[in-house]
């Protein structure tokens, strides 16, 4: 069972909005501003879309975005494309006895 | 461009050991923090172990404390993660990673190494 929880699924169309969210506690996700979203295709490693919450590393298009509230971090991807059909996961920093806590991951469907 | 390379994976038995290695380039290595990371289908991602850029500091998971040791090379630019009494469920892809865990922030990663353990 994974520390921070994630839908297991998420769809939607080609050129739509969808949210992941990823909910931990105030141990984690509501104390610290470290919390980092992954894609992650098919056999291939993850590739780190959204640090420190909100930001984007270079490369990385500005259709994914990252928010917190309080202990629930959220990634968006706007106008959904064909190539974003991938898992997601979220992990956040949790201090200096858990250090690092993964969310399940989601299973994002373009359709 | 950052390019890191795992090696060392294999099928080992229960109580076994193994060693890790990972070589990296198109970074100056010896300046960064440095990870593994797991995977499997059934627990997903998992923090393994970190080391600061100058071995000064090493931490782990409570999974692998006192069973696993993490090392680097900076001369080789090469990471290390020495795995010892290994269990059935450390079966996992093991990924190394570029980055700073205390900012969950894992920039680079390589393709992984499947380690197996079963008998």
Redesign the interface.
Known sequence: Q?ALTQPPSASGSPGQSVSISCTGTSNDVGRFN???W?QQHPG?????LI??VTKR?SGVPDRFSGSKSGNTASLTVSGLQAEDDADY?C???AGAKN??V????TKLTVL | EVLLVESGGELVQPGGSLRLSCVASGFTFGSYEMNWVRQTPG?????VS?ISSQSSIK?Y?DSVKDRFTISRDNAKDSLFLQMDSLRVDDTAIY?CVK?Y????????????TLVTVSS
Not at chain 1, 44 to 48: G, H, T, V
Not at chain 2, 43 to 47: C, P, R
Request: charged share 15%; hydrophobic share 40%.
């Open positions: 994974s470290y919390v980092s992954f291939k490693a993850p590739k780190l640090y420190d590393p996961y992990i956040s920093y250090f690092v993964f969310g399940g991951g | 627990k997903g991602l998992e923090w970190a931490y998971a990924y980055g865990m205390v900012r969950a922030f894992f920039e680079n990663w390589g393709q992984g």
